[in-house]
Structures are given as structure tokens and as C-alpha cells.
């Protein structure tokens, strides 16, 4: 018998509610940071967790499963086998080879190509619908392989690419001003990690354009410092691999905001990785870097051409064929 009661006319559930799934590929710091925080937003009726190794695996989802008295309902699910992931609506995307001491960066890239082709193909067949988010580094190369793999349309597979970095740049513009980071806008653009761009003359503080304002004023150290500022967003990650191993926190948060942007049809603009062939003179190839898309229900929903300097537009050009020219050594 069964706990309640049947009620006699209980109504139908409504056909139009959706069931929500969220899948994650890696429960690693950045999957189950990731996890953890999209636990916590009420947004997925269902998250499966996906690993290669079962006793990590299972152990991850005990410990989130524990929590269901203090969370929003979401039946938690995990296994090494794909079909958990069956009918999902997002896809993420965080395994990852780790780099051996003395291992080259091709190399270690390599090996996670490799990766990518025993994840890819499984998640496309049970989810043909999803939309592929890109976690793992180097990120733009690998949304790149995840996109030829999935044979999804590029609207369907997006990089978190510089989201992290952008939410770094903010963070510190905040703390310099001393204002709520809620309140600065600040992107960073291109390739995410060492080669970045900062979009200077976007940068504004409570509606305040920044740059435009100090130059009025003749402040013009500011803008050393906000060069100081990009950086520091720079060598952050660095120093926090250095001081703790790995990072997750901010990764979790920037990728679940993500998230509920795309399953909620936020469509609010965020810089991820994205297909960026034919913007800002990018067309020597098929490479993805991160511009400022906006994201809804359909993956990207579009591209904001935003005005940059010439100065920006060589360096993103000079990423992109950075990327190409590794892509062509992977000979993919
Ligand atoms: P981690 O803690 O080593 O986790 C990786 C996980 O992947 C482990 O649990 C592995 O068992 C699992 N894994 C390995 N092979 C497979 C496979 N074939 N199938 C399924 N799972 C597998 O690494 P961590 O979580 O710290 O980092 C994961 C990735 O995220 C790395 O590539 C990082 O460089 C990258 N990051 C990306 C960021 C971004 O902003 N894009 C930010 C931080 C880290």
C-alpha cells in the first residue's frame, strides 16, 4: 500500500509543466561545485551526475542526496553508464585529464580530445534536444570539438569561456570602488585564461560609463590601474590553483548562472564561448571564443556586435589564430 490516500478527484498533472533535467559529465571539484550551487536554485527537476569512476561517483551523490531536507526538490541520479542522462535539457560538461608533471599543453590537450570522443557521441544520442555547455580547459578548443562531435547546430553548444573571468573583473573593479559587483559591468571577451580581452570602454559603474567619466575628470591613473586590475584577473586563477589546488566555487556559481539563463529563457547577455566566425573580422576558420551572446531557451539567441578598438580586435584575431593553428595540430 502506498503512503497517502488516493484523493478520488485529484487533477491530472498539467501537461504543460516541464520536467527539467540537468546533466553533468565530471564530478570533480568544478562538476560537484557546480552541482551543489544549481541545488540551491530550484531550477532542474533532475540532476544526473556522470563519472568514470563509480565509488567517487556514487559517493558525491550519497552526499548531495543527504542534503534533500534543506533543498528544493530534485531527484538526484548518477552512473558511469549514459543512459542516466537520457532526455536532458543541459548537458555540462566537466571531465578533464589532468596535466602530468613535465607534460606538454598539446599533449594534455590531446588526451582530452580523446576524452571528448567517448562523452560526446553517448550524451548526443540520449539527449539529441540538449544544449552542450563546455566546461573543461582549454575551453574554447574543446566547445570547438564538442560542437564537431555533437553535429549540433553551434547555437546549441556553448563555452563558459570568459563568464568566470568577467565575474572576476567585476569582483575586483567592485573592491576597488568599493560597490556592490551586482552593479559594475565590466566583460572580458576572447580567449579564456592568459590571452583575454577587457572591453575597456565598456565598463560602467551604476549606469556611470568609467573610462569616459576619469578622462573628464583627468584621472588618468585610473586607467593604469584598471589594466592592473585585468591583470590580476589573469593571474587569480593561478594563485588560487597555487594556494588551494584547484578552483570551483566561482566556476560553480558562473556556470549554474548559466544555466538559468538558458532553461529560464533569461535572455540576459553573458561572454561565453561561442562560434565566432564572421564577427569582429574572425574568418580564417571555424573557432570559438568568447563574445558577448545573450542566452535563452534555444542556447544563443544572438551576438552583440559591440563596438571595440582596433587594438582589441587584432588581439581577439590573433587568439583566434592561436586556436586554429592548435586545432590544426590536433588534426581535428
Ligand atoms: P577534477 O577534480 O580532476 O575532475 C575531473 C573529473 O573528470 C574527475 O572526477 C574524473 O574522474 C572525471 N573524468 C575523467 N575522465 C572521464 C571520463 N572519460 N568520463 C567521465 N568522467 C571522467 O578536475 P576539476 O573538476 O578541478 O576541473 C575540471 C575541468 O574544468 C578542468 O579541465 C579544468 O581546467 C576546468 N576548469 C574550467 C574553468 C572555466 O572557467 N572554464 C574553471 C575552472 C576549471
Known amino acids: 500500500g502506498s503512503f497517502f490516500a488516493p484523493i478520488q478527484q485529484a487533477a491530472p498533472p498539467s501537461p504543460t509543466k516541464r520536467h527539467i533535467k540537468i546533466s553533468i559529465v565530471g564530478a ?85 580530445v580523446s576524452l571528448f570522443k567517448k562523452i560526446i557521441p553517448p550524451l548526443v544520442q540520449y539527449s539529441p534536444d540538449a544544449i552542450l555547455m563546455i566546461v573543461s580547459n582549454p575551453v574554447d578548443v574543446l566547445t570547438y570539438i564538442a560542437w564537431k562531435l555533437s553535429g549540433f547546430p553551434s547555437n546549441r553548444v556553448i563555452g563558459s569561456g570568459t563568464n568566470l573571468d568577467s565575474s572576476r573583473f567585476r569582483f575586483l573593479i567592485a573592491d576597488h570602488l568599493d560597490v556592490n559587483a551586482q552593479d559594475v559591468q565590466a566583460y572580458i571577451i576572447g580567449e579564456h585564461g592568459d590571452s583575454s580581452v577587457a572591453l575597456w570602454s565598456s565598463i560602467s559603474v551604476g549606469g556611470v560609463p568609467i573610462l569616459s567619466f576619469l578622462e573628464k575628470r583627468q584621472i588618468a591613473y585610473e586607467k593604469e590601474t584598471l589594466v592592473k586590475i585585468h591583470k590580476e ?19 560553480g556559481y558562473s556556470v549554474a548562472n548559466l544555466a538559468w539563463s538558458i532553461l529560464r529563457d533569461q535572455r540576459r547577455i553573458h561572454p561565453v564561448s561561442v562560434l565566432a566566425k564572421g564577427f569582429h573580422d574572425i574568418d580564417d576558420g571555424e573557432v570559438f571564443l568568447s563574445l558577448p551572446a545573450q542566452l535563452g531557451r534555444g542556447g544563443v539567441l544572438g551576438v552583440i556586435n559591440v563596438p571595440i578598438s582596433d587594438e582589441e580586435a587584432d588581439h581577439l584575431r590573433r587568439s583566434a589564430k592561436t586556436i586554429l593553428e592548435v586545432q590544426e595540430q590536433l588534426g581535428v
Open 233 to 251: 584577473v589573469i593571474n587569480c586563477a593561478y594563485e588560487v590553483i597555487q594556494l588551494k589546488g584547484y578552483t570551483s566555487w566561482a566556476v
Open 28 to 112: 570533480g571539484n568544478v562538476g560537484m561545485a557546480i552541482a551543489q550551487t544549481l541545488l540551491t536554485q530550484d531550477l532542474a527537476d533532475e540532476l544526473a551526475l556522470v563519472d568514470a569512476l563509480p565509488d567517487k561517483l556514487r559517493g558525491e551523490m550519497l552526499d548531495l542526496q543527504h542534503a534533500a531536507a534543506f533543498l528544493p526538490r530534485t531527484k538526484i541520479v548518477a552512473s558511469t553508464d549514459y543512459s542516466v542522462t537520457t532526455a536532458s535539457d543541459l548537458c555540462i560538461v566537466t571531465a578533464g585529464a589532468r596535466q602530468i608533471s613535465g607534460e606538454s599543453r598539446l599533449n594534455l590537450l590531446q588526451r582530452n
